[in-house]
């Protein structure tokens, strides 16, 4: 059977707080492509005939990406980190698109709920302790969301994370924190009784959240050329900060899958101007 021809929006919010904020976006739109090209045997029966990220703030805009695709299915991946707020925003932005009603839209599960994140992040915890010799109960890894107080649900998919963690690694102290609800990351970093620190943002890219708030919050060096992770040691202690997660090594691999599932469930949405999803 010939694969089945489509279109790829990676849709995130963004930031137009400096030049590079949406960059890997687009490196993630690029490594899609490229590994399309490479055509490896866990390729799924799709081809990508155009694959592109869209941002609430920055270009290209939800209001006018579908100007650049060829008419036919697209499938949308949330590249958010919960069912939340931004998330409800999408369909109003798509259905404002001229040429909207030209296309049948796939709309994928949210990225960052997605099963693989949890498992880098465990993988980066893992990491971290044994290559820097650190004891687990010296030892606190925290986990800093965007939340929001318009959205009872939005921190959920945070906390779940944190509660994995703990599973995973029940010797670590692991709690949460926010840059939009209680308790917040600076609220958290002033509690934290370990010397040694872990913080996993749990945000997506390279913006102002990951490369000045939660820093700053810890105490770390900030600015938009920050360095991932950023490791600071010290006479008390060592405090590690994780990449955002659209820069970890599978997120190719979670665009994929979040494709062909989309795809595959052959659930076309309709979009509807209140800002609504219709089966």
């Known amino acids: 059977m010939p694969p089945r021809l489509c279109s790829i929006i990676l849709a995130a919010h963004g930031s137009t707080a400096t030049e590079h904020?949406?960059?890997?976006l687009h490196e993630m739109a690029a490594n899609l492509l490229k590994r399309q090209g490479e055509k490896s045997a866990n390729w799924p029966n799709l081809w990508i005939e155009k694959i592109t990220p869209a941002f609430l703030q920055g270009e290209p805009q939800m209001t006018r990406v579908l100007e650049s695709l060829p008419e036919?299915?697209?499938?949308?991946?949330?590249?958010?980190?919960?069912?939340?707020?931004?998330?409800?925003?999408?369909?109003e932005k798509f259905a404002s698109n001229q040429n909207a009603g030209k296309f049948k839209?796939?709309?994928?599960?949210?990225?960052?709920?997605?099963?693989?994140?949890?498992?880098?992040?465990?993988?980066?915890?893992?990491?971290?302790?044994?290559?820097?010799?650190?004891?687990?109960?010296?030892?606190?890894?925290?986990?800093?969301?965007?939340?929001?107080?318009?959205?009872k649900t939005s921190g959920e998919s945070t906390y779940l994370l944190t509660k994995t963690l703990t599973n995973q690694f029940p010797r670590l102290n692991c709690v949460t924190g926010f840059l939009d609800q209680d308790p917040t990351a600076t609220q958290i970093a002033a509690e934290i009784q370990t010397p040694n620190t872990i913080i996993l943002p749990f945000l997506i890219s390279r913006g102002p959240h990951t490369t000045e708030d939660v820093p700053q919050a810890f105490?770390?060096?900030?600015?938009?050329?920050?360095?991932?992770?950023?490791?600071?040691?010290?006479?008390?202690?060592?405090?590690?900060?994780?990449?955002?997660?659209?820069?970890?090594?599978?997120?190719?691999?979670?665009?994929?899958?979040?494709?062909?599932?989309?795809?595959?469930?052959?659930?076309?949405?309709?979009?509807?101007?209140?800002g609504e999803l219709s089966l």
């Not at 904020?21 to 890997?24: A, L, M, R, T, W």
């Not at 499938?75 to 999408?90: F, N």
């Not at 990225?111 to 820097?132: N, R």
Request: proline share 7%.
């Open 72 to 91: 036919g299915d697209v499938i949308v991946i949330p590249v958010m980190t919960s069912d939340g707020y931004y998330l409800r925003k999408l369909p």
């Open 105 to 151: 839209f796939h709309l994928s599960s949210v990225f960052g709920m997605h099963a693989i994140i949890a498992d880098e992040m465990k993988s980066l915890v893992a990491h971290h302790l044994t290559s820097l010799n650190l004891k687990p109960e010296e030892t606190t890894v925290v986990v800093i969301g965007h939340g929001t107080r318009r959205n």
């Open 219 to 274: 105490h770390l060096p900030t600015g938009p050329e920050l360095l991932f992770p950023c490791i600071q040691q010290s006479d008390s202690g060592i405090k590690i900060y994780e990449k955002p997660l659209a820069m970890y090594t599978q997120a190719v691999d979670i665009c994929i899958a979040l494709a062909d599932e989309a795809l595959n469930a052959n659930q076309p949405v309709k979009l509807i101007s209140q």
């Open 21 to 24: 904020c949406n960059d890997p």
